[in-house]
Protein backbone atom coordinates (compact mmCIF):
# COMPACT_ATOMS: atom_id res chain seq x y z
CA UNK A 1 0.00 0.00 0.00
CA UNK A 2 2.49 2.13 0.82
CA UNK A 3 4.56 1.67 -2.30
CA UNK A 4 1.33 2.41 -4.22
CA UNK A 5 0.91 5.74 -2.64
CA UNK A 6 4.71 6.73 -3.54
CA UNK A 7 3.98 5.88 -6.99
CA UNK A 8 0.72 7.81 -7.26
CA UNK A 9 2.51 10.88 -5.21
CA UNK A 10 5.12 10.67 -8.02
CA UNK A 11 3.08 10.26 -11.00
CA UNK A 12 0.97 13.20 -9.44
CA UNK A 13 3.97 15.34 -9.40
CA UNK A 14 5.40 14.63 -12.79
CA UNK A 15 2.13 15.75 -13.96
CA UNK A 16 2.06 18.86 -11.77
CA UNK A 17 5.27 19.51 -13.56
CA UNK A 18 3.40 18.55 -17.30
CA UNK A 19 1.16 21.21 -16.39
CA UNK A 20 3.93 23.66 -15.69
CA UNK A 21 6.17 22.98 -18.84
CA UNK A 22 2.58 23.87 -20.40
CA UNK A 23 2.13 26.74 -19.19
CA UNK A 24 5.42 28.61 -19.48
CA UNK A 25 5.20 27.07 -23.40
CA UNK A 26 1.98 28.66 -23.99
CA UNK A 27 2.98 32.19 -22.37
CA UNK A 28 5.88 32.46 -24.92
CA UNK A 29 3.12 33.06 -27.60
CA UNK A 30 0.59 34.90 -25.70
CA UNK A 31 -1.88 36.01 -28.56
CA UNK A 32 -2.28 32.48 -29.69
CA UNK A 33 -3.19 31.87 -26.20
CA UNK A 34 -5.93 34.90 -26.26
CA UNK A 35 -6.46 33.85 -29.48
CA UNK A 36 -7.61 29.82 -28.55
CA UNK A 37 -9.92 31.83 -26.13
CA UNK A 38 -11.34 34.43 -28.13
CA UNK A 39 -11.96 31.49 -30.73
CA UNK A 40 -13.91 29.13 -27.74
CA UNK A 41 -15.75 31.65 -27.03
CA UNK A 42 -17.42 32.10 -30.01
CA UNK A 43 -18.03 28.21 -30.04
CA UNK A 44 -19.28 28.92 -26.98
CA UNK A 45 -21.98 31.60 -28.00
CA UNK A 46 -23.38 28.85 -30.76
CA UNK A 47 -23.92 26.45 -27.91
CA UNK A 48 -26.22 29.32 -26.24
CA UNK A 49 -28.36 29.93 -29.13
CA UNK A 50 -29.31 26.36 -28.16
CA UNK A 51 -30.30 27.61 -24.85
CA UNK A 52 -32.65 30.61 -25.76
CA UNK A 53 -34.46 28.55 -28.02
CA UNK A 54 -35.32 26.20 -25.17
CA UNK A 55 -36.57 28.79 -23.07
CA UNK A 56 -37.86 31.13 -25.72
CA UNK A 57 -40.20 27.89 -26.91
CA UNK A 58 -41.00 26.70 -23.04
CA UNK A 59 -39.38 22.52 -24.18
CA UNK A 60 -39.58 20.26 -21.87
CA UNK A 61 -38.31 16.61 -22.60
CA UNK A 62 -40.27 14.05 -20.19
CA UNK A 63 -40.11 15.91 -16.89
CA UNK A 64 -37.34 18.38 -17.40
CA UNK A 65 -38.10 21.54 -17.91
CA UNK A 66 -35.97 24.21 -19.71
CA UNK A 67 -34.27 24.94 -15.96
CA UNK A 68 -33.36 21.69 -16.12
CA UNK A 69 -31.90 21.25 -19.55
CA UNK A 70 -30.01 24.27 -18.69
CA UNK A 71 -27.88 21.92 -16.17
CA UNK A 72 -27.26 19.20 -18.89
CA UNK A 73 -25.81 21.89 -21.08
CA UNK A 74 -23.67 23.22 -18.54
CA UNK A 75 -22.56 19.92 -17.31
CA UNK A 76 -21.73 19.14 -21.03
CA UNK A 77 -20.09 22.76 -21.50
CA UNK A 78 -17.68 21.77 -18.31
CA UNK A 79 -16.86 18.58 -19.88
CA UNK A 80 -15.64 19.39 -23.27
CA UNK A 81 -13.81 22.27 -21.63
CA UNK A 82 -12.05 18.98 -19.69
CA UNK A 83 -11.91 16.89 -22.92
CA UNK A 84 -10.44 19.98 -25.20
CA UNK A 85 -8.23 20.36 -22.42
CA UNK A 86 -6.56 17.58 -20.85
CA UNK A 87 -7.06 15.13 -23.40
CA UNK A 88 -7.61 16.05 -26.78
CA UNK A 89 -3.97 17.82 -27.62
CA UNK A 90 -2.61 14.20 -26.40
CA UNK A 91 -4.80 11.78 -28.57
CA UNK A 92 -4.64 14.24 -32.03
CA UNK A 93 -0.73 12.95 -31.33
CA UNK A 94 -0.78 9.27 -31.31
CA UNK A 95 -0.51 8.35 -34.74
CA UNK A 96 1.97 11.03 -35.22
CA UNK A 97 4.10 9.19 -32.78
CA UNK A 98 3.70 5.91 -34.11
CA UNK A 99 4.15 6.89 -38.12
CA UNK A 100 7.23 9.21 -37.18
CA UNK A 101 9.00 6.79 -34.71
CA UNK A 102 8.74 9.36 -31.64
CA UNK A 103 7.19 6.34 -29.79
CA UNK A 104 10.45 4.92 -29.43
CA UNK A 105 12.27 7.81 -27.88
CA UNK A 106 9.23 7.72 -25.47
CA UNK A 107 9.43 4.12 -24.45
CA UNK A 108 12.83 4.45 -23.17
CA UNK A 109 11.28 6.92 -20.19
CA UNK A 110 11.33 5.45 -16.61
CA UNK A 111 7.72 6.13 -16.36
CA UNK A 112 4.50 4.91 -17.81
CA UNK A 113 3.97 5.14 -21.29
CA UNK A 114 0.51 5.18 -21.33
CA UNK A 115 0.81 8.00 -18.68
CA UNK A 116 3.32 9.62 -20.99
CA UNK A 117 1.71 9.36 -24.50
CA UNK A 118 -2.17 10.39 -22.99
CA UNK A 119 -1.47 13.32 -20.74
CA UNK A 120 1.62 14.83 -21.67
CA UNK A 121 0.31 17.99 -22.78
CA UNK A 122 -2.52 20.13 -21.02
CA UNK A 123 -4.23 23.21 -22.94
CA UNK A 124 -4.69 25.61 -20.76
CA UNK A 125 -6.61 28.18 -22.00
CA UNK A 126 -9.72 25.98 -23.91
CA UNK A 127 -10.87 25.23 -20.73
CA UNK A 128 -11.21 28.05 -18.77
CA UNK A 129 -14.53 29.74 -20.55
CA UNK A 130 -15.94 26.38 -21.25
CA UNK A 131 -15.42 25.59 -17.24
CA UNK A 132 -16.62 29.72 -16.72
CA UNK A 133 -19.91 29.48 -18.67
CA UNK A 134 -20.83 25.67 -18.10
CA UNK A 135 -20.18 26.22 -13.97
CA UNK A 136 -22.60 29.02 -14.50
CA UNK A 137 -25.39 27.29 -15.79
CA UNK A 138 -24.81 24.80 -13.34
CA UNK A 139 -25.52 26.84 -10.81
CA UNK A 140 -28.06 29.06 -12.23
CA UNK A 141 -30.27 25.80 -13.02
CA UNK A 142 -29.28 25.00 -9.69
CA UNK A 143 -30.65 27.79 -8.13
CA UNK A 144 -33.55 27.61 -10.21
CA UNK A 145 -34.75 23.69 -9.44
CA UNK A 146 -34.54 24.49 -5.82
CA UNK A 147 -31.69 21.81 -5.29
CA UNK A 148 -30.78 21.90 -2.13
CA UNK A 149 -27.28 22.37 -1.40
CA UNK A 150 -26.05 20.19 0.87
CA UNK A 151 -23.00 18.04 0.89
CA UNK A 152 -24.53 14.75 -0.66
CA UNK A 153 -25.82 16.78 -3.66
CA UNK A 154 -22.30 18.45 -3.69
CA UNK A 155 -20.72 15.03 -3.49
CA UNK A 156 -22.92 13.14 -5.78
CA UNK A 157 -22.43 15.60 -8.59
CA UNK A 158 -18.58 16.09 -8.16
CA UNK A 159 -18.34 12.45 -8.19
CA UNK A 160 -19.98 11.90 -11.78
CA UNK A 161 -17.98 14.85 -13.37
CA UNK A 162 -15.25 12.70 -12.00
CA UNK A 163 -16.27 9.08 -13.28
CA UNK A 164 -17.55 11.14 -16.40
CA UNK A 165 -14.04 12.76 -16.58
CA UNK A 166 -12.78 8.84 -16.28
CA UNK A 167 -15.56 7.76 -19.39
CA UNK A 168 -14.40 10.24 -21.57
CA UNK A 169 -10.53 9.37 -21.39
CA UNK A 170 -11.25 6.06 -22.09
CA UNK A 171 -13.99 6.37 -24.68
CA UNK A 172 -12.26 9.24 -26.77
CA UNK A 173 -8.47 7.79 -27.03
CA UNK A 174 -10.08 4.42 -28.58
CA UNK A 175 -9.88 6.06 -32.13
CA UNK A 176 -6.15 7.04 -30.85
CA UNK A 177 -5.24 3.75 -30.00
CA UNK A 178 -6.55 1.69 -33.29
CA UNK A 179 -3.77 4.18 -35.15
CA UNK A 180 -1.55 0.85 -33.92
CA UNK A 181 -3.29 -1.29 -36.63
CA UNK A 182 -5.10 1.32 -38.95
CA UNK A 183 -3.37 3.81 -41.18
CA UNK A 184 -5.63 6.89 -40.63
CA UNK A 185 -8.20 6.81 -37.76
CA UNK A 186 -9.21 10.14 -38.85
CA UNK A 187 -12.53 9.78 -39.72
CA UNK A 188 -13.22 7.50 -36.82
CA UNK A 189 -12.36 9.72 -34.76
CA UNK A 190 -15.06 12.15 -36.35
CA UNK A 191 -17.31 9.80 -35.83
CA UNK A 192 -16.69 9.60 -31.90
CA UNK A 193 -16.72 13.67 -32.11
CA UNK A 194 -20.14 13.41 -33.65
CA UNK A 195 -21.60 10.92 -30.66
CA UNK A 196 -19.69 13.39 -28.15
CA UNK A 197 -22.21 16.16 -29.34
CA UNK A 198 -24.94 13.74 -28.68
CA UNK A 199 -24.39 14.89 -24.90
CA UNK A 200 -25.65 18.59 -25.99
CA UNK A 201 -29.19 17.21 -24.65
CA UNK A 202 -30.23 15.22 -22.22
CA UNK A 203 -30.70 11.52 -22.86
CA UNK A 204 -34.39 11.10 -22.47
CA UNK A 205 -34.69 13.06 -26.26
CA UNK A 206 -33.14 9.70 -27.58
CA UNK A 207 -35.31 6.33 -27.87
CA UNK A 208 -34.55 3.52 -25.56
CA UNK A 209 -32.64 1.75 -27.51
CA UNK A 210 -30.23 4.70 -28.03
CA UNK A 211 -30.24 5.17 -24.73
CA UNK A 212 -29.38 1.53 -24.39
CA UNK A 213 -26.60 1.84 -26.36
CA UNK A 214 -25.59 5.18 -25.51
CA UNK A 215 -25.37 3.76 -21.03
CA UNK A 216 -24.18 -0.33 -21.41
CA UNK A 217 -22.30 -0.18 -24.95
CA UNK A 218 -20.40 3.18 -25.63
CA UNK A 219 -21.40 4.89 -22.20
CA UNK A 220 -21.71 8.25 -23.51
CA UNK A 221 -24.69 9.22 -22.43
CA UNK A 222 -22.81 8.65 -18.76
CA UNK A 223 -20.73 11.04 -18.81
CA UNK A 224 -23.48 14.24 -18.94
CA UNK A 225 -26.23 12.79 -18.12
CA UNK A 226 -25.84 11.08 -14.84
CA UNK A 227 -24.31 13.81 -12.41
CA UNK A 228 -27.74 16.09 -13.11
CA UNK A 229 -30.01 13.16 -13.35
CA UNK A 230 -28.68 12.28 -9.54
CA UNK A 231 -29.04 15.79 -7.79
CA UNK A 232 -33.07 16.04 -9.69
CA UNK A 233 -33.37 12.23 -7.91
CA UNK A 234 -34.23 10.67 -11.94
CA UNK A 235 -31.61 8.83 -11.44
CA UNK A 236 -32.42 4.88 -10.56
CA UNK A 237 -30.23 2.94 -8.37
CA UNK A 238 -29.02 1.03 -11.07
CA UNK A 239 -27.98 3.11 -13.41
CA UNK A 240 -26.09 5.01 -10.35
CA UNK A 241 -24.75 1.71 -9.90
CA UNK A 242 -23.18 1.02 -13.18
CA UNK A 243 -22.80 5.09 -13.55
CA UNK A 244 -20.19 4.43 -10.44
CA UNK A 245 -19.23 0.73 -12.13
CA UNK A 246 -18.47 2.02 -15.94
CA UNK A 247 -15.33 3.77 -15.68
CA UNK A 248 -13.53 0.78 -14.13
CA UNK A 249 -14.31 -1.28 -16.56
CA UNK A 250 -13.52 0.90 -19.34
CA UNK A 251 -9.93 1.30 -17.70
CA UNK A 252 -9.85 -2.11 -17.24
CA UNK A 253 -10.31 -2.68 -21.22
CA UNK A 254 -8.49 0.39 -22.64
CA UNK A 255 -5.56 -0.68 -20.42
CA UNK A 256 -5.76 -4.25 -22.07
CA UNK A 257 -5.88 -2.55 -25.95
CA UNK A 258 -2.90 -0.41 -24.61
CA UNK A 259 -1.05 -3.50 -23.56
CA UNK A 260 -1.96 -5.66 -27.24
CA UNK A 261 -0.87 -2.43 -28.81
CA UNK A 262 2.27 -2.24 -27.32
CA UNK A 263 3.25 -5.64 -28.09
CA UNK A 264 2.26 -5.23 -31.80
CA UNK A 265 4.03 -2.25 -32.94
CA UNK A 266 6.50 -2.57 -34.74
CA UNK A 267 9.41 0.23 -34.84
CA UNK A 268 9.53 2.71 -37.89
CA UNK A 269 13.14 2.21 -38.28
CA UNK A 270 12.22 -1.07 -38.41
Given at each position: ??????TLR????????????CFIAQMEYRTNFILGIAVEIAYLFAKLLYVVVVYETDLHIGSITPDGILMFVGTYTIMTGLYSGLFFPNFVRVSEYIRSGTLDLLMVKPISLQFLVSLRYIDLGMPIPNFIAGGTMVVISWNALNIPVTAWSLFSFLFYLGTALIITYCLMFIPALLSFWLVNTGGLAGIFYSIWDANNMPMPIYSRFIQRIGVYVLPFLVITNFGPMMVMNQLTPA????GAIAPIVLLVIVRFVWNRAIRNYNSASG
Open positions: MRGWLVNYLMIYFLFIKNLAVW
